[in-house]
């Protein structure tokens, strides 16, 4: 390729990627102020929705303009999301995944979990102890060379770095 053409695709590449950085970035500073005086932690839902199931995922959320701590679990062959009051920690309500797109990426986390030696709430510890100041705010299994790990994601303020952990 030519240095021209290359000097010209360079910004034409960075129009496209700076939105999603942005919508990122705005998702994080919204997620930190709906967290400030929060003091539920991603571990204390993930303990609440066992009565619920296995926990398979589990993140902090806004939904409808709230925060929210929604867990996915599952329990024989049904998949079911948790959401844990913000406040208490306590499961305010529990339903059957239905939406397509919802139950596929549960079942791909039941894949990954039932080759889990480790639970979801062990990684997070982890994570979060290796991770001083830092606080989890979701955790999802997945296939890693070989390997199934928790991809834990981890905010400080408006910062926020992704580690990973493994479960088996």
């Known amino acids: 390729m030519s240095r021209y053409r290359l000097m010209l695709l360079i910004p034409v590449v960075g129009l496209f990627t700076m939105p999603l950085t942005l919508v990122h970035a705005d998702e994080t500073a919204e997620l930190a102020q709906a967290l400030k005086d929060i003091r539920v932690t991603l571990q204390d839902g993930l303990k609440a929705s066992e009565r619920e199931g296995k926990p398979i995922s589990a993140k902090f959320e806004i ?24 406040k208490t920690g306590a499961i305010a309500k529990s339903e059957k995944i239905t939406d397509a797109d919802d139950l596929k990426a549960a079942a791909v986390q039941k894949a990954s979990m039932a080759k889990a030696t480790v639970p979801l709430l062990a990684a997070t510890d982890k994570a979060v102890k290796a991770n001083a100041g830092f606080r989890a705010v979701s955790v999802y299994p997945k296939a890693e060379a070989g390997h199934v790990v928790a991809e834990v994601t981890l905010l400080q303020g408006t910062t926020s770095k992704k580690v990973t952990e493994k479960l088996d």
Do not use: R, W
């Open 63 to 86: 939904e409808h303009d709230a925060l929210q701590l929604s867990i996915y679990t599952v329990k024989g062959n049904d998949f079911v999301e948790a959401v844990a009051d913000p």
